[in-house]
């Protein structure tokens, strides 16, 4: 099994940052990709980000969602199975519960952001953007 676990969420005003942590634990050998969700009630959850955690990727392993380029960076720290999501300039709308999610595939293909290819979630950390 795979274990993942959200940290970092919080409120911040418009303008403002903050940073997701992603730790993960157990047979982490049983993916390479990670992806960033977000989802707000009673909407579909959405794919931020995901990116390739094996030690040969590059930032070309990277995706991004249109609504979040330029504002938020995916990054990865091996020795300790940790994902980063930088998150910069945020706005109302990027409020919500934020998911880490692990998965075994093409990371950079179209479907990168899409919820079926990964097979392992977190529990969640909530993001509140007041303007």
């Known amino acids: 099994q795979v274990q993942l676990m959200e940290s970092g969420g919080g409120s911040v005003q418009r303008g403002g940052s903050l940073r997701l942590s992603c730790a993960t634990s157990g047979n982490t050998y049983k993916y390479f990709c990670l992806g960033w969700f977000r989802q707000v009630p009673g909407k579909e959850r959405e794919g931020v980000a995901v990116?390739?955690?094996?030690?040969?990727?590059?930032?070309?392993?990277?995706r991004y969602a249109d609504s979040v380029k330029g504002r938020f960076t995916v990054s990865r720290h091996n020795a300790n199975n940790t994902v980063f999501l930088q998150m910069d300039s945020l706005k109302p709308e990027d409020t919500a519960t934020y998911y880490c999610?692990?998965?075994?595939?093409?990371?950079?293909?179209?479907?990168?952001?899409?919820?079926?290819?990964?097979?392992?979630w977190g529990q969640g950390t909530q993001v509140t953007v007041s303007s």
């Open positions: 990116i390739h955690t094996g030690a040969q990727a590059t930032d070309r392993d990277i």
């Open positions: 999610a692990a998965g075994r595939f093409l990371c950079t293909s179209p479907t990168g952001l899409m919820e079926f290819e990964y097979s392992y």
